[in-house]
């Protein structure tokens, strides 16, 4: 069985920095995506950045220029430079992951950032 677990999350004010970690961990074979997304309440789940196996990133145009994601093979960052209020979210690691049976999308349980003063 595969894993995912994040930390990194918590609060901070407008403007502050936070950075996210995602460690994959379990029976890998290979890690294709991996990535982060959000769901604030009563909002839908979206994606905010994602990085290949070989290294190509994608941000949701709310994000670019302010966050970086970046990945060491099983584990992959997010940081986040000038937060706003309106990053407020739940945080969830993804990534597509193969294992000897099948390649699968795996989540982890998310992680908490509030942007507030």
């Known amino acids: 069985q595969v894993h995912l677990v994040e930390s990194g999350g918590g609060l901070v004010q407008p403007g502050g920095s936070l950075r996210l970690s995602c460690a994959a961990s379990g029976s890998i074979l290979s890690i294709t995506s991996m990535g982060w997304y959000r769901q604030a309440p009563g909002k839908q789940r979206e994606l905010v950045a994602t990085?290949?196996?070989?290294?190509y990133t994608n941000y949701a145009d709310s994000v670019k220029g302010r966050f970086t994601i970046s990945r060491d093979n099983v584990k992959n960052f997010l940081q986040m430079n000038s937060l706003k209020p309106e990053d407020t979210a739940a945080y969830f690691c993804?990534?597509?992951?193969?294992?000897?049976?099948?390649?699968?999308?795996?989540w982890g349980q998310g992680t908490q950032v509030t942007v507030s003063s």
């Open positions: 990085i290949s196996s070989g290294g």
């Open positions: 993804h990534a597509t992951i193969a294992t000897t049976l099948q390649i699968s999308p795996v």
